[in-house]
């Protein structure tokens, strides 16, 4: 005979992406990377309940997708986005400000002009991303704008290369 937390597991189990639930105080839910591989999970807990729910992976940058976390943040609940095919974690503050980082090098890529060829994969838009980033960091910043073009495409190449390499070798 099982207690409630395992009649509980078998109820998750259905969730479907889109749905949200409440969990009791302390609860936690462990994100199965195979059923769960096209969704992300947002998690959110504070002193008196927990929240859970999944999100398409292709919608986490939604408006509504926003829209909740903007809602569970502003009640001051620590919200995670889980990765269900990775179950990499991160907070959903550091996402957003990760994000608009990629965004901003795609705008403004450090490999070439405003109107230079989009990124060749997401590996990268993750360097021009990292190098947005840093070129945000007093210091660094004089030193990297001053840098040839073609210096800099090789710069982001080897980022990039890191990146895909770090990907390939995230399960070892």
């Known amino acids: ?34 059923s769960n591989a096209n969704a992300l999970a947002i998690k959110a807990e504070d002193i008196s309940s927990s929240y859970f729910g999944f999100v398409p992976r292709q919608q986490i940058d939604s408006d509504a997708t926003k829209g909740t976390i903007a809602a569970l943040q502003e009640r001051g609940i620590a919200v995670t ?65 001053d840098i040839e073009v073609a210096t800099r495409v090789e710069i982001v190449q080897g980022l990039a290369d890191v990146v895909r390499a770090a990907f390939i070798r995230r399960s070892s």
Not at 13 to 27: D, Q
Request: proline content about 7%; cysteine-free; charged content about 30%.
């Open 1 to 34: 005979m099982g207690d409630d937390r395992d009649f509980f597991e078998e109820d998750f189990v259905n969730m479907l992406p889109g749905s949200w639930m409440t969990l009791p105080p302390g609860f936690d839910v462990t994100v199965s990377r195979v």
């Open 81 to 145: 986005i889980v990765d269900g095919k990775t179950d990499i974690q991160m907070d959903a503050i550091a996402y957003r400000r990760a994000s608009r980082k990629i965004d901003w090098g795609s705008r403004y890529p450090y490999d070439g002009p405003e109107d230079a060829a989009p990124a060749a994969d997401w590996a990268h838009a993750a360097a021009r991303g990292i190098l947005d980033e840093l070129r945000d960091v007093p210091g660094i910043k004089h030193y990297l704008d």
